[in-house]
Antibody
Framework: QVQLQESGPGLVKPSQTLSLTCTVS??????????WSWIRQPAGKGLEWIGR???????NYNPSLKSRVTISVDTSKNQFSLKLSSVTAADTAVYYC???????????WGQGTLVTVSS | QSALTQPASVSGSPGQSITISCTGT?????????VSWYQQHPGKAPKLMIY???NRPSGVSNRFSGSKSGNTASLTISGLQAEDEADYYC????????????FGGGTKLTVL
């Protein structure tokens, strides 16, 4: 059973960079034809896809966030990571990592981690 | 990038059937058979309920079904049960710009 777990600071100051890591267990991040995605959800609001990475390192990002987002992968640690720069209060949300079945949706999700942007 | 359009809320009584719509464009819902549906209970991560318009992952009840007509996809839940009360989100692959996935705004299902 594949499991994903987000980790990182729960509080980030405005203008700084948000950094989160997703650790995948129960299977190799490199096995199968999967992408690995980040999705976020502000309190009381809907889901927003941030971007995804393939284990080759190929990435795609939401155009609305593209200038501030970097997603990377470390196959040796079975992890992928998110960096979001120049954060503001609008970036306060629960951040989820998920396994992306290319076109068949997100079948495994982390439990989510709340990141608050505040001074 | 505009989100897909879902009704804010729907409701039904136990045993009844309800349908949640998800309207997009020819660049997403109408252009691909890559619509997914997610169920989210409060404080929990979303759960994949339907993928590729009408396919159910292993373990998902056959009370959940999906369909699509033109630019609108639909999720139908039959035989409503109390545990179905949750938020439901649709998602579609999209060819708009470089965006790969777009979500709907979500629908709150209340079981009366």
């Amino acid at each position: 059973q594949v499991q994903l777990q987000e980790s990182g600071p729960g509080l980030v100051k405005p203008s700084q960079t948000l950094s989160l890591t997703c650790t995948v267990s129960g299977g190799s991040i490199s096995s199968g034809s999967y992408y690995w995605s980040w999705i976020r959800q502000p309190a009381g609001k809907g889901l927003e896809w941030i971007g995804r990475i393939y284990t080759s390192g190929s990435t795609n990002y939401n155009p609305s966030l593209k200038s501030r987002v970097t997603i990377s992968v470390d196959t040796s640690k079975n992890q992928f990571s998110l960096k979001l720069s120049s954060v503001t209060a609008a970036d306060t949300a629960v951040y989820y990592c998920a396994r992306d079945q290319v076109v068949a949706g997100f079948d495994y999700w982390g439990q989510g981690t709340l990141v608050t942007v505040s001074s | 990038q505009s989100a897909l359009t879902q009704p804010a809320s729907v409701s039904g009584s136990p045993g009844q059937s309800i349908t949640i719509s998800c309207t997009g464009t020819s660049s997403d819902v109408g252009g691909y058979n890559y619509v997914s549906w997610y169920q989210q209970h409060p404080g929990k991560a979303p759960k994949l309920m339907i993928y590729e318009v009408s396919n159910r992952p292993s373990g998902v009840s056959n009370r959940f079904s999906g369909s699509k007509s033109g630019n609108t996809a639909s999720l139908t839940i039959s035989g409503l049960q109390a545990e179905d009360e949750a938020d439901y989100y649709c998602s579609s692959y999209t060819s708009s710009s470089t965006l790969d996935w777009v979500f709907g705004g979500g629908t709150k299902l209340t079981v009366l």
